[in-house]
């Protein structure tokens, strides 16, 4: 029997309801298709900031490098600033382990309604690839004079060619894969006046590497204005960190709701664990009652099984996402009435009884 380890982080809010269905299918999937997970749950959160004085311990990352990958659910909770806990849990995790390709999968699936008129499934399907560790997120800057007339805030955004060249690099060798191979590019080169022209160039020199793949590039405003007016044209869209987060929230709110969609954050060279989570946040405004649209986790539990191998009970869980999402039982956020659980059961009991392909 093939065992994973997992580390498992269910987090804050909506994290601690949803990564329990996210469990449940992924053992439903390794009965089925012959693996085991070996699962060390953490209860790394606002709450243990709480009490301790710190998100996760001090060895923190070194217990996280023993697992072939990291499942977690949500961070971050009023009470607690989101800087602090953001930048005490979940981004130490993608820089330290180097999970610089940020996976996020944004397709209109049979059953999920957009808020677009005169959309069907087939119209949604694109992959934002988001840089994930440095641009706009970084730590260089400060505050100066604080309290004073002259008081003024800093911070840098840093594109380094390395950070640059391998995150575009990626995306083309992703989009080499798809269908339709082509990337393309956010940009803001026409306000930004340093970076973005950087970013256009490094670009340019990746788009000349791959003379397969198509290209095209937008600033990132009207790009947004493209998603909601022409989502059919985006195959492979590679992004800067902030591009990329707000892409990411956008994309699947056109493909119907933010609660279904997953996200994975890569390693590629695999020297370091990858994470696995959900696109959306701890959703404090419906935490507690049992609500939430487990989908984006149990999704992302099929890329960290894709991730490591088990590309069979992947396909799988996708396929059984995909006749939930058409028949039912469905969430609040997708007009249904059905809690998280029941929602994970119905995804569990196919995967476990091999899902028709929908
Ligand atoms: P959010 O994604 O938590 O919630 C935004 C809206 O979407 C809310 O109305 C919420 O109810 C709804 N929603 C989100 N997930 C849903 C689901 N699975 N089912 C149904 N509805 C869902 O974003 P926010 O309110 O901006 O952030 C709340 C907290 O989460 C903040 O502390 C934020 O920093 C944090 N956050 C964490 C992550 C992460 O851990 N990766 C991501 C985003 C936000
Ligand atoms: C995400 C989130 C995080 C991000 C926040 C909570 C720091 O929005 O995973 O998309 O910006 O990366
Ligand atoms: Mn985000």
């Known amino acids: 029997l093939r065992t994973h380890r997992i580390a498992v982080i269910p987090g804050d809010g909506?994290?601690?309801?949803?990564?329990?269905?996210?469990?449940?299918?992924?053992?439903?999937?390794?009965?089925?298709?012959?693996?085991?997970?070996?699962?060390?749950?953490?209860?790394w959160s606002c709450d243990r900031y709480l009490k301790t004085g710190a998100m996760m311990p001090e060895d923190g990352l070194d217990r996280l490098a023993e697992a072939d990958a990291i499942f977690l659910g949500a961070v971050g909770w009023p009470g607690v600033p989101d800087h602090v806990s953001l930048w005490g849990l979940l981004i130490p995790i993608r820089r330290g382990f180097d999970q610089y390709a940020n996976i996020r999968p944004c397709r209109l699936m049979p059953g999920a309604r957009t808020p677009l008129a005169g959309r069907a499934p087939g119209d949604i399907d694109f992959i934002v690839v988001?840089?994930?560790?440095?641009?706009?997120?970084?730590?260089?800057?400060?505050?100066?004079?604080?309290?004073?007339?002259?008081?003024?805030?800093?911070?840098?955004?840093?594109?380094?060619?390395?950070?640059?060249?391998?995150?575009?690099?990626?995306?083309?060798?992703?989009?080499?894969?798809?269908?339709?191979?082509?990337?393309?590019?956010?940009?803001k080169?026409?306000?930004?006046?340093?970076?973005?022209?950087?970013?256009?160039?490094?670009?340019?020199?990746?788009?000349?590497?791959?003379?397969g793949v198509a290209?095209?590039?937008?600033?990132?405003d009207i790009l947004c204005a493209h998603f909601v007016q022409h989502p059919d044209w985006f195959d492979v869209v590679v992004a800067s960190n902030l591009f990329g987060d707000i892409l990411s929230d956008l994309g699947?709110?056109?493909?119907?709701?933010?609660?279904?969609?997953?996200?994975?954050n890569i390693n590629p060279e695999r020297k370091h664990p990858s994470m696995f989570e959900p696109v959306h946040g701890s959703a404090p405004d419906i935490a507690g009652k049992g609500i939430a649209n487990p989908i984006g986790q149990i999704w992302s539990g099929a890329l960290m099984l894709e991730h490591l191998g088990e590309t069979a009970a992947a396909a799988a869980i996708v396929s059984a996402i995909e006749?939930?999402?058409?028949?039912?039982?469905?969430?609040?956020?997708?007009?249904g009435q059905a809690g998280s659980a029941e929602v994970g059961r119905a995804i569990a009991e196919l995967v476990a009884e091999g899902a028709p392909a929908a």
């Open 189 to 211: 080169s026409n306000g930004i006046t340093f970076t973005m022209p950087y970013w256009d160039e490094r670009f340019a020199e990746a788009a000349k590497r791959h003379p």
């Open 252 to 264: 699947p709110a056109v493909a119907g709701s933010i609660g279904i969609a997953p996200s994975a």
């Open 323 to 335: 006749t939930v999402l058409e028949h039912g039982p469905r969430t609040r956020d997708l007009g």
């Open 14 to 43: 909506i994290g601690r309801e949803v990564v329990p269905e996210g469990l449940r299918v992924l053992e439903a999937a390794g009965r089925r298709f012959g693996f085991t997970l070996a699962c060390t749950e953490y209860d």
């Open 215 to 220: 290209t095209d590039q937008f600033h990132i």
């Open 130 to 187: 988001r840089e994930n560790t440095e641009g706009e997120y970084s730590s260089s800057g400060g505050r100066m004079f604080a309290g004073t007339e002259r008081e003024f805030v800093t911070q840098q955004s840093v594109f380094t060619r390395i950070g640059c060249d391998r995150i575009i690099d990626y995306a083309f060798r992703l989009a080499m894969t798809r269908p339709r191979r082509k990337v393309t590019s956010a940009t």
